[in-house]
């Protein structure tokens, strides 16, 4: 398996909402289910062009040949108020867990918010999702509180946590 990692393009829009709902529909870690994100992909092809120009915000994927395997995106803001920091999502398919796909997904976004001139980097994470905050903290996050019933599903709430991490503090990860 040799994965390659890129930014997205408008022209990945369609297969990029059908991986959405392959993978919302192996986890319920995630804030959208099976039914993916509810864009069209005109729509979809408008996203990821406005982040591809955008020097705050941007898509990266992950791919097995030409198969999206995984995803992640910084969101950042033009306002100056909030252009020091910056949001992050990754995903990645069940079946390439433990590769070190959201590893390498991680790194770009966080190398690419440094080099953009980000100061803090935040996230949130199902509070009983223990493997993907274990990513998190391997990268420096730690967490600032408890979002409680955050998302509801099948009649049941969850918390997330909320965590950060501040670039100008930043230590190297711990790879071990």
């Known amino acids: 398996m040799r994965i ?3 930014s997205a393009e408008a022209a990945d829009a369609a297969q990029l ?4 709902k392959a993978v919302g529909g192996e986890t319920d870690n995630l804030t959208f289910g099976a039914a993916g994100i509810p864009f069209t992909p005109e729509q979809e092809a408008a996203l990821l062009e406005r982040l591809a120009k955008s020097p705050h915000s941007r898509f990266f994927l ?3 040949g030409e198969k999206i395997v995984g995803n992640a995106c910084v969101n950042g803001s033009d306002n ?3 252009r020091h920091r910056r ?3 990754v995903t990645v398919l069940r079946a390439y867990w433990g590769r070190g796909i959201g590893s390498r997904l991680m790194e770009q976004m966080i190398a690419f918010s440094r080099e953009g001139g980000a100061e803090l980097l935040s996230l949130e994470v199902r509070a009983d999702n223990e493997r993907a905050k274990a990513l ?3 990268y420096g996050f730690s967490s600032y509180g408890t979002f409680p019933k ?4 099948d009649g049941r709430c969850y918390d997330v946590d909320c965590m950060t991490l501040d670039l100008t ?3 190297q990860p711990d790879r071990s």
């Open 136 to 138: 998190y903290r391997k």
């Open 150 to 153: 955050y998302f509801k599903l």
């Open 169 to 171: 503090a930043q230590a």
């Open 87 to 89: 949001s992050l999502a």
């Open 80 to 82: 100056p108020r909030f």
């Open 62 to 64: 992950a791919l097995d």
């Open 4 to 6: 390659t990692y890129r």
């Open 17 to 20: 909402l059908e991986y959405l």
